[in-house]
């Protein structure tokens, strides 16, 4: 299995060969992994690459990654250490081009904001303020429960559009529901 810093350098990569290149802290790419990750447990039943999350303070964070890419601070890391990684399946490929197309366009601060306010994190670190240390470890069994019902929420929007288009259809036919517009 290919290890978090094989993802991160495809997601390095990814961010420099846009039509406008995209710089990436160390801090965007261990939360776009997350969310690799999450979404992988969620739709393939299987993690993208070996490796834990632990719930630190600035959010979900591989300790290994970290390491690698720790001298960097919060400037961007330069596209040189990016790496288009063949072996990644189609399906893994077009998974982390998702992930990338979802959430790259957010800043590291927002990331960091939103992974906080989702389960996976918040669960592993129980009791703790947001701004106490931790190691916690944060479960794939998490991480797949939490992405699985992301996953089936954006299933029902897309009924939820169907549903929508059927109505649009029927008022422009000149159909309408008694209910509409009147007080139940």
Same mark, same amino acid.
């Given at each position: 299995?290919?290890?978090?810093? $094989?993802? @991160? #350098? ?26 690799? #990750?999450?979404?992988?447990? @969620? ?5 993208? +690459?070996?490796?834990? *999350? ?8 591989? #300790?290994?990654?970290?390491?690698? +890419? ?14 288009? $990684? ?6 893994? =490929? ?6 990338? =197309? ?5 800043? @590291?601060?927002?990331? #960091? ?20 240390? &931790? ?12 992405? =699985? &019902? ?6 029902? *929007?897309?009924?939820? $559009? ?10 422009? &036919?000149?159909?309408?529901?008694? *209910? ?5």
């Amino acid at each position: 299995m290919r290890s978090a810093e $094989d993802i @991160a #350098r495809h997601l390095i990569a990814l961010a420099s060969v846009d039509s406008e290149p995209t710089p990436i802290t160390h801090l965007q790419v261990q939360k776009l992994l997350y969310y690799a #990750r999450g979404w992988s447990l @969620a739709l393939h039943e299987t993690p993208l +690459f070996a490796g834990t *999350f632990e719930a630190w303070t600035h959010g979900p964070a591989v #300790r290994e990654l970290y390491a690698r +890419f720790k001298a960097f601070g919060s400037t961007p890391i330069p596209a040189a250490e990016g790496h288009v $990684d063949e072996t990644l399946s189609a399906n893994e =490929r077009a998974l982390v081009s998702w992930v990338w =197309r979802r959430y790259g366009r957010f800043t @590291a601060a927002a990331l #960091r904001e939103m992974t906080h306010r989702e389960a996976p994190w918040r669960d592993a670190r129980g009791a703790l303020s947001s701004d106490a240390p &931790s190691n916690a470890p944060i479960s794939d069994q998490s991480l797949h429960a939490y992405f =699985r &019902s992301l996953a089936e929420r954006e299933r029902r *929007f897309q009924d939820d $559009d169907a549903v929508l288009a059927a109505a649009i259809k029927d008022a422009r &036919s000149g159909w309408h529901s008694p *209910f509409i517009g009147s007080t139940l």
